[in-house]
């Protein structure tokens, strides 16, 4: 396979959790994979890990006034962008009325202003070519209400609804966008948060038809599939990756 014919992708949040499995997965499928995050020790990391197919850029996304040139940096260096994924996102486990202004702000900030600002650059790149993807990466919070966590419903709500309104004007200009709604993933952070509260993990459970936690590498497969050819014909959906809990009794 030539360089050339080699797509590049950008992960954001690629260096933990969902984010760095997606970009196992895409390294893995001979990928070029930019991974894109706060903590360089964990970036470094996972570019040992995955190889010279992963570069890493330390890069604040809250900085919404460096992101044209952090996009233009990328396609100077690499040509093109093919697939983005926006995967980085921060959450907040408080009472509805303990929540700040700046709380509330801070968490539209980072996961719905700052996806909306990297997503119209890196389009802007991919217009001239006719062709990309884009994978949005919502949350069960969207798909039913979840106490204590107000700012990170809205935000992953919004997510969706900005996946089909992408969706629809860019897809007659090559571009397809789509979003996967993982739900409850058995990752470091969740479950430390479920095996210290066991009444939660039995109702997360019980309404999980399949029964058990999904993987990291479940959420990877369903971007994957959406970021390449086998999801050529599909655009603006959005995709439960949750072992049915969504639709659990």
Known sequence: MTSESIKTAIVTGGASGLGYAIAQKFVQQNIRTIIIGRNEQKLQQAKETFGELCTYIVF??????????????????????????????????????????????QIILTNVTSVFSLSREVVKTMLPHGSGAIVNISSMTAQY?????????????????????????????????????????????????????????????SRTPMGKL?????????????????????????????????IGF
């Open 60 to 105: 604040d996304l809250t900085n919404l006034a460096g992101i044209p040139a952090l996009v233009n940096h990328i396609v100077e260096a690499y040509g093109r962008i093919d697939i983005l994924v926006n995967n980085a996102g921060i959450n907040m486990k408080k009472p509805f009325t303990d929540v700040t202004d700046e709380d509330f702000q």
């Open 145 to 205: 209400g979840i106490p204590k966590v107000i700012a990170y419903s809205a935000s992953k709500t919004a997510i969706e609804g900005m996946t089909r309104a992408m969706a629809v004007e860019l897809s007659p200009l090559g571009i397809r966008v789509n979003c996967v709604a993982p739900g409850f993933i058995a990752t470091d952070m969740s479950a430390k948060a479920l095996d210290n509260d066991p009444e939660r993990k039995n109702k997360v459970l």
């Open 214 to 246: 999904g993987t990291p590498a479940d959420v990877a497969d369903a971007v994957y599939f959406y970021a390449t050819e086998g999801a050529r014909y599909v655009t603006g959906t959005v995709l439960p990756v949750d072992g049915g809990n969504s």
